[in-house]
Structures are given as structure tokens and as C-alpha cells.
């Protein structure tokens, strides 16, 4: 990434959360550094996300599923002043595909939003579901829960309407910054780890269907 492009980014921290880490010692935070120099390496993506011989798939998955969040937060806040409620009064991609926001508290029904406002409560949502130590847990010997998988396809089918949104609404002004390459590695390996586990439903990932044909053959 280009230091203006990072410059601009990190000048909007209105746009960033504090980023979730792990804490130095445990077995994720051993696990993220390895992950992270696998990608640093340049190792070609699909073999970065295989599961490394011995490790837990469950720790793999926690792992990647808080750095993609960490990422696709990123990704967004590079467009987000250019998605407004007036440029973008619906959460879709393109025509065909539209997504309506619905969870446990405010939105009982699936409801349409302006896309900043979806992609808010997504992040607020996706952010409270890691630091749940429940379904999350940091400690050392501490189980994952039996739906911790499902909650993972939720968390990353839902991320994954980020991507959707930024590359058919926003994709020019990606590309004006300079940082089509940036969010393009970005895509791939998000795509990459999803597919190896089976974490998002093959219809979900229909609408970016065409580009990823062309990005990740």
C-alpha cells in the first residue's frame, strides 16, 4: 500500500474501530503471526489459508474471521465518505441483490437500510460477537461452543455484503486512491479461506460471482 494511500485512511479514524488483537502468549496470537507471515511471505493465497498440520480448525477460524473483520473495516473506511445515505439509500449490490438488516434488538424483521447505516450495525454486530468470551473465548483450554462454526458463516456471509457493496458502488473511487491491488489481496483471501472451509453459502457469493471467475481462477 502506498504511504498517501494509508495517510488518507488513517487521517478518517472516524471510520475505524479499535482493532480487536490477540493477546501476546496465547495459541491464536501464535497462530495470527503465523498466518501473517505466511501472507508477508508472499505464499500464494489457497495454500496461506489451508490449516496448518496439528492446529484446531476452531482456533483457525477465530483467528481469520477477527482479521477479517480488522480488514473489511479497513476496506470500507477507504470509501466510506463517499457512501451516504443519499448516494447509497439502499444496502444492495447493483439491481438484483438487496440486503435488509435484522437482528435481536431493533430490527425484528429483515429491513431495508441506507447501506452506511446497514454497514454501521453490521460492524457494531460483528464486533460485539468477538468479544463474547461465550462464543469467542481467549482463554487457553476454554471450549468453543457447539454453534461456533455457525456463528462464524453468519459473521463472514455478512462481511462479505461489504465486499459486495464496495466493489459494485464504489469500485472507481477504490481505484481512484490507488488501492485496487490493496483490496483486490484482500478479496482474494477472504474468498480463498471462506471456499477451503465451506463458510459461505455458494448463492451468497452469486453476486460477485463473474469477478471472482476472472481474480481468483
Known amino acids: 500500500m502506498s504511504s498517501p494511500f494509508l495517510k488518507q485512511v488513517f487521517n478518517k479514524d472516524k471510520t475505524f474501530r479499535p482493532?480487536?488483537?490477540?493477546?501476546?502468549?496465547?495459541?491464536?496470537?501464535?497462530?495470527?503471526?503465523?498466518?501473517?507471515?505466511?501472507?508477508?511471505?508472499?505464499?500464494?493465497?489457497?495454500?496461506?489459508?489451508?490449516l496448518p498440520p496439528?492446529?484446531?480448525?476452531?482456533?483457525?477460524?477465530?483467528?481469520?474471521?477477527?482479521?477479517?473483520?480488522?480488514?473489511?473495516n479497513l476496506v470500507y473506511g477507504t470509501i466510506s465518505d463517499g457512501c451516504t445515505e443519499q448516494s447509497c439509500p439502499v444496502m444492495s449490490g447493483g439491481p438484483k441483490y438487496e440486503y435488509r438488516w435484522q437482528d435481536q434488538q431493533q430490527f425484528r424483521r429483515p429491513t431495508a437500510l441506507p447501506a452506511p447505516r446497514y454497514v454501521g450495525l453490521l460492524m457494531d454486530?460483528?464486533?460485539?460477537?468477538?468479544?463474547?468470551?461465550?462464543?469467542?473465548?481467549t482463554n487457553v483450554g476454554t471450549p468453543f461452543p457447539k454453534n461456533f462454526l455457525q456463528a462464524a458463516r453468519k459473521i463472514l456471509s455478512r462481511l462479505f455484503r461489504?465486499?459486495?457493496?464496495?466493489?459494485?458502488?464504489?469500485?472507481?473511487?477504490?481505484?481512484?486512491?490507488g488501492c485496487e491491488?490493496?483490496?483486490?489481496?484482500?478479496?482474494?483471501?477472504?474468498?480463498?479461506?471462506?471456499?477451503?472451509f465451506s463458510l459461505i453459502d455458494t448463492k451468497e457469493l452469486e453476486p460477485l460471482k463473474e469477478m471472482t471467475t476472472r481474480m481468483c481462477h
Open 19 to 50: 482493532k480487536r488483537k490477540f493477546e501476546p502468549g496465547t495459541q491464536r496470537f501464535e497462530l495470527h503471526k503465523r498466518a501473517q507471515a505466511s501472507l508477508n511471505a508472499g505464499l500464494d493465497l489457497r495454500l496461506a489459508v489451508r
Open 54 to 72: 496439528g492446529e484446531d480448525l476452531h482456533d483457525w477460524v477465530a483467528v481469520h474471521v477477527v482479521d477479517f473483520f480488522n480488514r473489511v
Open 125 to 137: 454486530w460483528v464486533e460485539a460477537q468477538i468479544n463474547n468470551e461465550d462464543l469467542f473465548p
Open 162 to 177: 461489504v465486499f459486495v457493496h464496495v466493489y459494485i458502488h464504489h469500485f472507481d473511487r477504490i481505484a481512484q486512491m
Open 181 to 196: 491491488a490493496h483490496v483486490n489481496t484482500c478479496y482474494k483471501h477472504f474468498y480463498y479461506f471462506v471456499t477451503e
